[in-house]
């Protein structure tokens, strides 16, 4: 059976990383007789510059048709002034929606050989492993009405909407209750129903469907403000957190740091299952680091270790997910560090120094 597999390399840094991916591809390819049918398109900026839109037709379609899309990052200074709907972050925005990737898994994992590189203390994040999910199609991203008004006399009025309808709050819910039931059997629901109507809906629902469907999952609730706080107090509390669009957006920001790196960590954004198949895309947490582009210095682990999720969700490839994951930390526990991870005192290693090293390490994982 043949695995289509779409990469949008994107910008920045986005063409790189995924350079190094590419190089595993054609390793398992090789070594492991594990092929893909790998198309490649344009999407963010690199998409404007070429056709004028941060995503085209063609390239939804061909998402569409894909069992996997691998994306880069998006974005970058050169783009920064265009107005809101020719942004490339629209591109990403579009491919969410069109593909109806509802839910956003983004696991906080420390790696042993980083503890130190976390801002905080080593006892507080060792061993940390923390999956959030996040809704990714609804709430204020995309909620009606939206825009900005001129009331006159030079007033002008921004407004955005945040709406949850129940079916929206049960899918996502469902798919961090199940989570939970193959990790530590622990979630937390996030809102601030406090002061908003959909929180105090997100939080109905989300106890209901716990109560009468995963029973043995121990739920508890928690305002996303105290959850920002206790995600740097005690991280190891949490062990899946399920919350809205923007929340998640930023608590996942938040947990990521954590780790030490956002250029270790990787992302999926899932669909609704249909004939045993579910719309899938990967991509590293991190942005597009136009600081550091084009000089061989990013870190290419969180969308390796995307294209290593891709795997595991949607080519139900779990060994060769170890294998990569192994190679991961093996590189790592070898000190191998880029910049964004550097050590005192050590140097930082090139982007391609990393993917030689890595090619390694599956070299005499596999020997
Ligand atoms: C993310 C990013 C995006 C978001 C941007 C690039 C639109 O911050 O994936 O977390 O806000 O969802
Ligand atoms: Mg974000």
């Not at 198309?39 to 037709?57: M, N, Q, R, W």
């Not at 579009?94 to 420390?110: H, I, S, T, V, W």
């Not at 990393?354 to 020997?367: E, F, P, S, V």
Request: with cysteine; hydrophobic share 45%.
């Amino acid at each position: 059976m043949s695995k289509k597999l779409l990469i949008l390399p994107g910008d920045g840094i986005g063409p790189e990383v995924m350079a190094v991916v590419r190089r595993v591809i054609d390793w398992m390819d090789k070594r492991r007789g594990v092929s893909f049918d790998v198309e490649e398109g344009l999407v963010g900026g690199a998409s404007i510059d070429a056709h004028g839109v941060p995503v085209t037709d063609e390239v939804v379609e061909k998402a569409l048709a894909a069992d996997a899309v691998l994306l880069g990052a998006v974005g970058g200074p050169k783009w920064d002034n265009l107005d809101f709907a020719r942004k490339p972050e629209r591109g990403l925005l579009r491919l969410r929606k069109d593909l109806e990737l509802f839910a956003n898994l983004r696991p906080a994992m420390c790696f042993d050989a980083l503890v130190d590189a976390s801002t905080l203390k080593p006892e507080l994040v060792r061993g940390l492993d923390i999956m959030i999910v996040r809704e990714l199609t609804g709430g204020v991203y995309f909620g009606e009405p939206r825009g900005i008004e001129d009331l006159g006399n030079g007033i002008r009025r921004g407004i955005n909407t945040q709406v949850y309808t129940t079916p929206e709050i049960i899918r996502v819910a469902r798919v961090a209750f199940e989570l939970a039931g193959k990790r530590g059997g622990r979630l937390t629901s996030v809102e601030k129903a406090n002061v908003m109507e959909s929180g105090v809906l997100w939080r109905e629902e989300v106890s209901k469907l716990g109560a009468e469907e995963y029973p043995d999952i121990a739920l508890d609730h928690m305002y996303a403000d105290n959850c920002a706080m206790q995600l740097v107090r005690a991280p190891k509390q949490f062990d899946v957190i399920v919350t809205d669009n923007l929340f998640g957006d930023i608590l996942s920001d938040a947990a990521a740091m954590l780790t030490g790196s956002l250029g270790m960590l990787p992302s999926a954004s899932l669909g609704a299952e249909e004939n045993g198949r579910r719309r899938a895309l990967y991509e590293p947490v991190h942005g597009s680091a136009p600081d550091i582009a084009g000089q061989d210095k990013a870190n290419p682990m969180a969308t390796l270790l995307s294209f290593s999720m891709a795997l595991r969700y949607s080519f139900d490839l779990g060994g060769e997910a170890d294998l990569i994951e192994g190679a991961v930390e093996d590189v790592l526990a070898a000190g191998l560090r880029t910049a964004d991870i550097q050590e005192p005192g050590k140097p930082a290693v090139t982007t391609t120094a990393m993917a030689d090293a890595l090619i390694a390490a599956l070299d005499k994982r596999t020997a």
